[in-house]
């Protein structure tokens, strides 16, 4: 491919390596690194001028330095005359932040797309926003990838009977009916209610039957694995044979790996949109890849086809 260069940032090199050979493309060459006073350091070391450039990050903690890397980034390539200005960002950082739900709080996720805006980039390349409406936030062009076929795919080759598919909220519903149409299988939601002065939902029951069942909770993602838990509870209460989960982005964060080293999980499934670090990478965890749906996205814009093609089943 000609007139195209992808740089990796610090987190994102393995990544990055699989949408280059993907691509059949050497990996941009990129110095970054910290001086004594803490203040970050970009060199491009090869030509850009007039190339189509591709920014991967990641989404690894410290999230707050993931993205001071990546506009110091965009703004190297854009002093060095890049034509264009793509940033891949597998996970959105302060996707959850995205509306005014409490008096004089900020929408942070706004607040980021206005920033890699600012900073030059032109476009946005990202997967399962938590809100779909965050793409509305860019006055440049923002694509949204989803992980929905690859968690598919996984789950057919396991080839379980008797399956179905648990939303963990009315809220989650919609993708649960989805997923239940691909497996021809039924759907159940969780039951959550609000117990007192206490503003945490608590998983009471479940409407549907998941007796003797495979059960499989999808999410877009899994945080604390707080909610989760409450749903996994309800399952086991009511019977459920087994549970499983899938979600695109394994955030992972605080309590999750205890929680769901102990709980009745059979294996959770995640894409490397936040790479797993060693200490995430337990047994009942199972990580996907999800860079070759961003290397095909990559040469669909390149190449200027049709991106909505590399979502179709074939």
């Known amino acids: 491919m000609k007139g195209i260069k992808v740089f990796a940032c610090k987190t994102a090199e393995n990544f990055t390596k699989e949408i280059c050979d993907y691509l059949g493309i050497e990996m941009g060459k990129i110095n970054s690194m910290k001086f004594k006073n803490d203040n970050n350091f970009v060199q491009i070391l090869e030509t850009v001028r007039e190339q189509d450039v591709y920014i991967v990050q990641t989404a690894i903690p410290p999230i707050n330095e993931r993205i001071m890397e990546l506009l110091i980034t965009i703004d190297a390539v854009k002093r060095a005359s890049a034509k264009n200005i793509n940033v891949v960002l597998p996970y959105f950082p302060y996707s959850r932040s995205d509306k005014k739900d409490q008096p004089r709080v900020p929408i942070t996720a706004k607040l980021i797309a206005e920033i890699l805006e600012a900073a030059g980039a032109t476009r946005v390349i990202t997967c399962d926003l938590h809100n779909p409406a965050i793409q509305a936030y860019f006055n440049i062009n923002c694509d949204r990838l989803t992980a929905e076929n690859i968690l598919e795919d996984y789950f057919l080759e396991k080839k379980l009977d008797n399956m179905v598919i648990v939303a963990t909220d009315a809220g989650s519903s919609k993708k ?15 039951d959550k209610r609000r117990e007192g002065n206490d503003d945490r939902a608590i998983a009471s029951t479940i409407i549907g039957d998941v007796k003797d069942k495979n059960a499989i909770i999808f999410d877009d993602e899994i945080d604390t694995a707080g909610s989760i838990m409450e749903t996994v509870k309800v399952l086991k209460k009511f019977g459920a044979k087994s549970i499983y989960a899938g ?9 999750a790996i205890e929680r769901i080293t102990n709980s009745e999980i059979k294996e959770l499934v995640v894409t490397n949109t936040i790479p797993l670090v060693k200490e995430k990478k337990i047994d009942k965890i199972t990580e996907l890849t999800i860079a070759p749906l961003f290397a095909e996205a990559i040469r669909r814009i390149h190449e200027c086809l049709p991106l909505g093609e590399v979502l179709k089943r074939k």
């Open 176 to 190: 649960a009916y989805k997923y239940s149409e691909f497996f021809n299988c039924p759907i159940a939601l969780v």
């Open 247 to 255: 979600c695109t982005h394994g955030v992972l964060s605080g309590p």
